[in-house]
């Protein structure tokens, strides 16, 4: 069976600075017409960093959710960027760390509502470089351990997806 829905039209409620909004006229496999709202966004880019056996997190205050997470050093791409570039950005930006990187995976986030992709790097000969946040952000660098990072995904005190993701594809390795 065919499972493809066809886009009629796209029709634009908001475009900012991160995200754009729209809610667009569809088809349906069957050929009924339907609506779709999508979150346009243009991705971004994250490392999963272990420095002489510890996992580099950051803790931040996400204002979405009204609290502090821990998550692997990541941020979004400018549009066209190369995400392997971004990644390496963020890690410097955020940690004061450089490496070399090998992509892990490609996240799909939220697929029933936006087109969203965060692509996952590990990180490998970790050396030392400068930190430099942007102006508006404030966070935290924590190392932990890799085995007390896991247990906070099992506890569910990282709460992150792409971190969980990251975390869990290198406990499989």
């Known amino acids: 069976m065919d499972l493809k829905e066809r886009t009629i039209r796209k029709n634009y409620i908001y475009r900012g600075k ?28 994250c490392v999963l960093c272990v420095e002489e056996g510890k996992l580099v997190l950051v803790r931040q205050f996400r204002y979405a959710y009204g609290e502090e997470l821990l998550e692997i050093p990541a941020g979004k791409l400018e549009p066209g960027e190369d995400p392997m570039l971004a990644a390496k950005r963020e890690l410097e930006e955020e940690t004061g760390l450089i490496a070399d990187l090998a992509p892990l995976t490609v996240l799909y986030p939220t697929p029933g509502y936006s087109n969203e992709k965060i692509y996952i790097f590990e990180a490998h000969n970790v050396q030392k470089g400068n930190r430099h946040p942007d102006a508006d952000e404030f966070l935290d660098v924590v190392k932990l351990p890799f085995e007390d990072a896991l247990s906070l995904v099992k506890t569910g005190r990282i709460r992150d997806a792409k971190t969980i993701a990251a975390i869990l594809l290198r406990q499989m390795k």
């Open 18 to 45: 991160i995200v754009a909004l729209r809610c667009d006229d569809a088809e349906l496999p069957n050929g009924a017409p339907c609506k779709r709202e999508i979150v346009e966004h243009t991705g971004g880019a």
